[in-house]
């Protein structure tokens, strides 16, 4: 059989069972979009505080562009890094509060390098159930033992680590706002138990980086744990608007990452003009530290909207909102027909989320007004309604 053939019969199965994925091209990114002359609300963006076309940040990336042209031209290790990563990596740093920070290529790059750096074959990895795949994906790139204990579910997490051989490095891991549910990890109890046992401690704090805790420090700002947790990875591709990954640390264990991640090493160093944004977005932060708390205030408003109209919410308590369908198909049939009366939104399905719980991912921006939203949930309700998915 040629390869044309079996990947022809692959894809026909995966369209069969309404998990083929397509890659969609928009005219702009953020919560508003207009295609072909019409106007949609994008709830499919992760721009959450519209800093991707904040003109300070495009102003920053530009000033950087200009000073030090389009690409870093090597890797960090050799002559790619610039004064400008420098900085970012500092200004991340103090707005985490940690001692130190490293930038990576982008988030899924930022976990790919951690892990294997941390845990080997003699060591314990052990993830919430629903983290996301660059971390699963790294725990099999370690090739160390994995444990999965039952999501937010810290108790179960304590069995696990009382059950591991005492030898070898453990390694707890967890997000802090998952990304499909949209609920928030119980650090203070998860960062009791690595404690307890001795475990490592890495939470992923992409989509609570610019949203949560003090200025948009994430979630372990808020919950004072930085010295509790010994990595924080963010990305700067959400809430910042702009692009890459990165991990707050100490001062040695940034010393071993450079040595050792090699998903750090062996790659060119982000571009300057991406760094300018992100210095820009981080200006923005400092300057208007309660963004966050209004776009939280706002999904609040969303999601009691949807759920008083009799859809599912799950225990989202974010920015992310998802609408639980349970189906593929008529996720896919409820996105579309949604996109029809003007509104942009992701249809999930598995792997990506565990099967038969089919969703919506709705995430609210700052480029949504209070009175988009209102009426976004109402016709999300009748829509759902229409497609018999309510």
Not at 2 to 24: C, F, G, N, Y
């Amino acid at each position: 059989m040629s390869v044309e053939s079996w990947i022809d019969e692959e894809l026909k199965e995966l369209e069969s069972k309404h998990l083929l994925r397509r890659a969609t091209a928009y005219p702009a990114a953020g919560g508003r979009v207009t295609i072909d002359g019409r106007a949609y609300l994008n709830f499919a963006s992760n721009d959450y505080l519209g800093l991707a076309g904040h003109p300070d940040v495009v102003a920053a990336s530009r000033r950087a562009l200009e000073q030090y042209g389009a690409g870093a031209t090597a890797s960090r290790l050799v002559a790619g890094t610039l004064p400008i990563h420098e900085e970012l990596e500092q200004r991340l740093a103090a707005h985490k509060g940690y001692p130190a920070a490293l930038l990576f290529g982008s988030g899924f790059l930022t976990n790919m390098g951690m892990v294997p750096a941390l845990v080997g074959r003699s060591d314990h990895v052990f993830a919430d159930r629903l983290a996301h795949a660059s971390l699963m994906d790294a725990v099999t790139l370690s090739r160390a033992s994995l444990h999965r204990f039952r999501h937010n579910d810290a108790d179960h997490l304590g069995e696990l680590l009382a059950k591991a051989p005492a030898s070898g490095r453990k390694l707890v891991m967890t997000e802090s706002i998952f990304s499909m549910d949209g609920d928030a990890a119980p650090l203070p109890d998860i960062a009791e138990r690595a404690e307890k046992y001795g475990a490592m401690l890495l939470v992923d704090e992409a989509h609570a980086t610019g949203v949560f805790g003090p200025a948009g420090a994430g979630l372990t700002a808020e919950h004072n744990l930085a010295a509790r947790t010994t990595l924080a990875m963010g990305t700067l591709s959400k809430g910042l608007g702009s692009y890459g990954g990165f991990v707050a640390c100490s001062n040695s264990m940034r010393r071993w990452l450079i040595a050792q991640a090699r998903a750090f090493i062996y790659t060119t160093a982000l571009p300057p003009a991406i760094a300018g944004a992100s210095l820009g977005a981080l200006d923005v932060l400092e300057r208007q530290p309660d963004l966050g708390r209004d776009l939280l205030r706002r999904a609040e408003a969303f999601r009691k909207n949807l759920q008083a109209a009799g859809l599912n919410t799950l225990k989202s308590s974010s920015q992310i909102v998802p609408v639980l369908v349970g189906d593929n198909e008529r996720t896919l049939t409820l996105a579309t027909r949604l996109r029809e009366k003007g509104l942009i939104v992701a249809a999930i399905r598995p792997p990506t989320v565990p099967p038969g719980t089919a969703r919506l991912r709705l995430s609210v921006t700052l480029a949504h007004a209070e009175a988009e939203l209102a009426a976004a949930a109402e016709l999300i309700a009748n829509t759902a309604r229409e497609a018999g998915a309510l």
